[in-house]
């Protein structure tokens, strides 16, 4: 068949041209007449060789096409690659820097014209596929490298393979002549590794200048400061020779011109000062020369040098890192005489401070004796004053009791205020006295408030009334933890002080939290305190309108006493205009305490004591015969005795041991009430006792407590009196032996008054 004749592997321009070969032969033969037969046969063959001809022809047509069209493409991307070539190396030409790139097996592949420029030697050998160990060791073998030893280059060739591991690498490469070469090595995504050199000799030479002149400049400054300072000294370097000094050197030792010279060693130096006895005498040439040719690292050397003159010197020597040294003189010549002078001054100051010290513990003693005495006077005094005045009070008590005309009432009534204004004064005076010697306790205990308020509120009520003012009482229910007498004396003082500068709006009493304390407030609408003054209003005597009535100035004193006392902080805000605030934080009890309940008071008549059996011991006649007054007033039966003996005598005359005994304290002879009232108690039983006194001290209050003995102070409450007479059980004869014991602290016999 035909198609055995054409190979379909064969490509298809060969077998065209075998198919048009075959054509040719069979028409040569077809004209020589060398045909077979079958005409017909022989023409279909040649017509369906034909068609394939054509059909061939036509497919190698469209080869071709393809064929140059490919060819055209591939002709145009080696241009564009030759032009991407060309324009690659025109920008690496036009970079200014060397640039070559080792493709990812470390082979050089790509360099421009300014690579290994400023290595000749080097340049030459380039070549497309160089190993990159192998352009290394070229370089490390390069003479521009200005490396001198074969061990240098080495370690050069090391580092520089090192530094090619990671992915960015920086260095500067030194040549001869002064050159330097920045190496910067970058590597890339593919592998590679992009290498640019940059020469920054000038870079390098103008930071050299600058430094330069930087050193310069230091140098001048360090030589400026030098000249200021006010020690002499020496620089030397690493030779032990002079490399500096300063301008206070010539002032301190004026050598010779001709030694400060830069390189003078420094044993010529010392020669010099020991041979002109600048350093004085002793050893210290020696202790000089053997620490300057010591060890590099020794320690500081300072030494003190007296010259002829007697100028004192103290030398420094400290040792530089470069193995130099410097070596300061201080002249402390007037420093050390100032010192002498100093404590020569001293000792003299030392004396007279001596001197006066104990002139002012003298008169600091001397203060305190009179002060003493001063408080022992008022003491004293205070207790002289308080017997008339007790007296006077319950002969006024007696006088009101009955029946007076209205001229009469009033009068009494005047007497009576101007003798509650008298005891005041003792009080405060008697309280202050007490802070001044010391003798000023506190028993603290739990309070309630709400009480305590309600007693000053009874008790101001009608000074407010009478001045036209409200008095406001805010209630509490809370307790604290405070002294209830002093307490209470505070806040009497606090309100009393409010009302009597107050002319018109009101007073206000009120507690408020704050953390764990509680706030204790005073407020007033009075015309408040300059801030000038509101220092001075807590010193004795002091009052801001001496015009007003407004006591004797002590009330605030005694205050702000107390309040130390007790640790209770006191404050003040005022505003002239404003008003006034006095607050004081008192620590809140830890739990309500409830209060056993009272007995009511027997409903007794006012006046009426059911013939009680009283005795009144009192040595002062006169006090005793005002108290067996008012107890006959009130309906009792008093005895009287002026001593102890006096009472034994009374009772066996009488036959019946008192009811009650009412002892005051300082009797005759030095006895005392408590001793007489142990020793009726002794022979008579139990019987309950008043102890009745001037003295406001903690002491007796305490001894008292202990007896089992009802303590009340002149001048007395009768008020209270009255009541706590009224609550004690009337015991016959031998009803008393059989009373039940009392133990310190025990005043059964009677409810516990209110204060």
Known sequence: ??????DPALPMAEQNARLRAILAALMDRAERGQMPSRPMGQLSHVVALEQQVRARTRDLAETLDKLRMTHARLSQAERDAVSARNSLVDALEAMGEGFAMFDARDCLTLWNSQFCAALPDIRAQLSAGLPFRDYVRMVSDSDEIDLTTATERREWSLKRLQSHTRRNANFTVPLIGDHWLQVS???????????????????VRTGRLEREKLLDEQAQMVRATLDHIDQAVLIFDAKARLAGWNRRLREVFAPPSALLASGTPFAQVLNDLMRRRQ??????????????????????????????DGTELHLSAQAMPDRGFVISFNDLTAERRAIAEMHRLNETLEARVQARTVELVAARDAAERANA????????????????????????SSLAALENTPTQTRLIDRVQSAFTSVEDILGALLDLSKFDIGAARARVDTVPLGPLFARLRDEFQPMADRRGLDLVVMPCALNVQSDPVYLKRILQNLVSNALRYTERGRVLLGARRCGPDLRLEVLDTGPGIPPDKQAEIFKEFTRLNPNAETGMGLGLAIVEQACALLEHPLSLRSRPGHGTVFSLRVPLAPDPVALPPQRPAPETQPGLLSDMLVL???NDATSRRALMGKLEDWGASPIEAASLADARVQITELGLAPDVIMADHQLDGGATGLQAIAALRTEHGEI????????HGPALAEQAETAGVLLMTKPLALHRLRRVLQQTPQLRGAQIKHFTQATPGDHSFWLRPED
């Open 688 to 695: 309950p006792a008043i102890l009745v006194t001037a003295d």
């Open 1 to 6: 068949m035909l198609e055995d004749l054409v």
């Open 185 to 203: 090595e970058q590597r890339m995504i593919s592998g590679g590794t992009a290498v640019i050199q940059t020469d920054v000799t000038a870079m």
């Open 373 to 396: 005495s001063k408080s022992r006077f008022v003491a004293s005094a205070s207790h002289d004053l308080l017997q008339p005045l007790n007296a006077a009070k319950l002969f006024l």
């Open 616 to 618: 009144v011991i009192e």
């Open 279 to 308: 350093l004085g005498r002793g050893n210290i040439r020696q202790l000089l020369t053997d620490w300057v040719n010591g060890p590099a690292f020794r320690p500081s050397l300072a030494l003190d040098i007296v010259q002829e």
